[in-house]
């Protein structure tokens, strides 16, 4: 409720946050208004890559063989012990949703703010997707959440319909480059592929260490006619 410009809250969310009020997932400190997800402090001191005005970066480095990769770029850079490698970990682990939409908002206007055109040309957003087992125990898919932030930004649609993961595959953390290329060989499938033909996706995840389970879901989307390709993630993590 909106009154004279003031947001006035149910008087039940109020006792609610008397007793568990709602966290900075950066710093941990106290939010002032729950609506702000992240605190100001922390949202102004998030490792930045700067990767929309630098085409040959990082990200983009790993996936030069694929020639139907038009684009890639991270949003921050993920060192431990760090703001944003705390609200990763509480999106990814402490059930905490709505961080995956701040993020992927802030990572929309960043990018757009870096250059205009960054978004330009791209039909659709496609997450990369949780194994449904995976997807039970954490009960959403953060790349789905993610997506759904970057699509409140540009305008551009999310779609769940055509990549599915189709292994369980084992968490990538302590694993050597090779290791994860094997961990990750085949655990897509490409469903109603046809539709996508001729179409530019922008495929996005939380975090890029190596690049293998992107190269992985870039196996069965490569093989569409006339498609093609632009990575995003969140974070990536120097390996
Ligand atoms: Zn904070």
Redesign the pocket.
Request: aromatic residues 0%.
């Given at each position: 409720m909106v009154h004279g410009g003031i947001v006035i809250k149910n008087p039940f969310i109020y006792i609610l946050d008397l007793f568990y009020p709602p966290l900075?997932p950066?710093?941990g400190?106290v939010l002032e208004d729950a609506a702000l997800v992240?605190?100001q402090?922390?949202r102004n001191s998030l490792p930045l890559t700067e990767h929309a005005v630098y085409p040959d970066n990082k990200v983009s480095g790993l996936f030069t063989d694929i020639n139907k990769v038009e684009k890639a770029a991270a949003f921050c850079h993920y060192d431990h012990d760090t703001?944003f490698y705390r609200m990763i970990h509480a999106l990814k682990y402490y059930r905490q949703p709505q961080i995956g939409v701040w993020l992927g908002k802030e990572a929309a206007r960043h990018l757009m703010s870096g250059n205009p055109q960054w978004f330009s040309g791209i039909d659709v957003i496609v997450p990369i997707p949780l194994h449904k087992k995976r997807l039970r125990q954490r009960r959403y898919n953060q790349s789905e959440l993610i997506a759904e932030g970057i699509c409140k930004e540009t305008g551009i649609a999310v779609d769940t319909r055509h990549l599915l993961r189709v292994v369980n595959n084992p968490t990538q953390t302590q694993r050597t480059t090779d290791e994860r290329r094997a961990n990750t060989e085949g655990i897509f499938a490409l469903r109603y592929g046809e539709e996508l033909r001729g179409k530019h996706i922008l495929l996005v995840d939380d975090i890029v260490t190596t690049g293998s389970t992107l190269r992985s879901a870039l196996s069965v989307l490569t093989p569409v006619r006339g498609l093609h390709v632009s990575i995003l993630t969140m974070g990536e993590a120097g390996k």
């Open positions: 900075c950066g710093c400190n992240v605190c402090e922390c703001a």
